[in-house]
């Protein structure tokens, strides 16, 4: 039987604890800011949704590329990470501060502030933690998402008793954690090696980063447009259930970063994968059926009426297929056509809606608009991997005619 320390240890190693410490930490720094009646929950929401950008590109621009083995062998891996770090600092810099200067004109020049530096602080943190698994170790690695969190709500509790707005409770365990990593990356055992320029560092995941930028424009798009076309109270409420949704998205995240380790060889059933089908049923019945577990959240979403939550439900259904087809074209296909897949399936969705943000006005309406959508991606995603499934049984014929 193991001991308590080794199951502890483990645990810190696997992804599902640091997906869940993240997926906490955002909940409750949203709940306090709810609970408390603070002024900017709207930025508090606004702001988790932009925490996903720092997360989502540095997956895509080192993750990635370590994950299928196309990063230049004489690269010195400490240089290639920081110099994609400022470049992507560089790059989302102009989004995360305008963003919220259109979806919340009335938030003040302090509190755009304080919503977008930690936003491009985390561009580090995420970036620390993909660059200690690569020279240290998985457990490095782990740490640096996991004391963020845990800090993160620390700090949130504090702020919050004081009377200060928790916008900035990151910020603190963020330059920490970041010193901390600073003297960790030192004494990784990393051998010299090429610096690459930096512009030149985003080349070994451009077609990856590129393609999950246009993603995240759809991801950022959502509230921004809820906030546009139904107001304020449409991103409290979109936030929170999204919130809601933390188990799910955590098993969900952990599952494809599990694919990612594993690379080509990944199963296309795992036991994440049935995990995350079973929270997102579980998730549904519950908000759907208790109107007291959307209260506990937030009043906006109490408000909410059921058959919205359940619209909701269903487009969170569609999202999950959509990840793990597009997971599984990743692996399978070269990275120009997984460009072009996600390319052109991020038109489809921003094209469709583009078109309903003209006209619709009511929250319902909005959410069935979304998952008009993402049943137009699946049927793409599906589409591209038969051909990359038709792909695998043709090339082996045709190297046996060649030959």
Known sequence: MRSPLSLAGNLQRSQISVQALTRLSSVAVFLIASW??????????????????????????????????VVPPDWDPRAWATRTALATTLIIAPVVVFVPLIAVPGGGGWAWAATAVPVLLQVWIENRYWLLNRIRSVAAGNLVPQLTAMGTVISAVLLAATGRS?????????????????????????????????WSSLRPGMSYGFASAVGLMFSVALPTLAGICVGGTAIVVIRALELVFGPFHLLLNASVREDLLRGRISPLFSLPKLLTIGSLLVT????????????????????????TVLVYCAYKLFVLVNTWQGTRHMLNASPARFMVTNLTASAIALFTIAIGAVWIRDLQLYLLLLCGSEMLLITWYALRNAEDRRRVHIRPRLKEMSA
Do not use: N
Not at 49 to 66: F, S
Not at 170 to 197: E, M, T, Y
Not at 284 to 306: C, F, K, Q, Y
């Open 166 to 198: 928790v916008l900035v409770a990151a910020v603190p365990a963020q330059l920490l954690v970041l010193a901390w990593a600073a003297r960790q990356c030192r004494r990784g055992a990393v051998s010299s090696g090429i610096r690459p320029a930096l």
């Open 36 to 69: 408390s009646g603070h002024s900017d929950l709207v930025l508090v929401a606004l702001q988790g949704t932009l925490l996903a950008i720092p997360y989502v590109l540095q997956e895509a621009l080192l993750g990635r590329p370590i994950a299928r083995g």
């Open 284 to 307: 549904a019945v519950a908000l759907a059926g208790s109107s007291a577990i959307r209260r506990l959240v937030s009043e906006d979403l109490a408000a909410t009426a059921a058959l």
